[in-house]
């Protein structure tokens, strides 16, 4: 009768899933004794959960500086290259478009990936600095230097964070497993109790049944989302 968790059950999820349980198992006197591990689980489960949800914040705002740092390295690209084609007399075969765009476009510059970006900055920056005193190298070469840097900066930080998250992916892969363990411990426990009484023993399960508990926040008033 007790539905195990999924395994990718969020921790917060599934500890608000144990208080439940715990809250259910500590309004019955018979089975007030059992609440004591579910409550344990509550507080492992909050502590996971908050770590988690603070990772994935870190994620998220890494992720938003990286769009944010790559649009503007993407715009530098667009400019220099209309610059560079102006130059060239709007012929892509001469230099110095050529010279740092070959058959690519400016377009296609902007939706490598940002590895490639990066490499494509870099190089940008050496064949500039080939002829140092040149209008076009003392104008260009800093705001590439500096664009490329960010967005190589802001690429490590979002993959320093995403590294970050796996080892917590793992602890609540774990979590979860302990839970649909002490679920079944449950459910051999709450049928010692209660013989013959499948509908008693099912109320304590109740909260690991999403379809129940979607109904029951309609049944109360809420959304049911």
Do not use: C
Not at 1 to 11: I, P, S, V
Not at 183 to 208: I, N
């Amino acid at each position: 009768m007790a539905t195990h968790l999924d395994e990718n059950t969020a921790a917060a999820d599934a500890a608000d899933i144990a208080d439940e349980i715990a809250g259910g198992l500590e309004a019955d006197d018979e089975t007030t004794h059992l609440a004591a591990v579910w409550n344990g689980l509550v507080a492992r489960g909050d502590e996971l959960g908050g770590r988690v949800h603070a990772a994935e914040r870190r994620t998220g705002r890494a992720r938003a500086r990286l769009n944010v740092v790559d649009s503007r390295w993407d715009a530098t690209d667009s400019a220099f290259s209309r610059r560079t084609l102006d130059e060239a007399g709007g012929d892509t075969k001469e230099a110095p478009y050529k010279t740092f765009y070959g058959k690519a476009s400016a377009s296609e510059v902007n939706s490598f990936g940002v590895q490639r970006e990066i490499e494509f900055g870099r190089k940008v920056v050496d064949v500039l600095a080939v002829d140092a005193s040149s209008p076009l190298t003392t104008e260009w070469s800093p705001r590439w230097v500096a664009n490329t840097d960010a967005l190589e900066t802001a690429a490590g930080a979002r993959d320093a964070a995403v590294r970050a998250e796996a080892p917590l992916d793992a602890e609540q892969t774990l979590y979860i497993n302990d839970i649909n363990l002490e679920l079944d411990r449950l459910e051999g426990d709450l049928k010692k109790l209660f013989p013959g009484q499948p509908k008693r023993v099912s109320a304590f399960l109740a909260p690991t049944r999403a379809t129940k508990r979607r109904k029951a926040k309609v049944e109360d008033g809420g959304d049911g989302t």
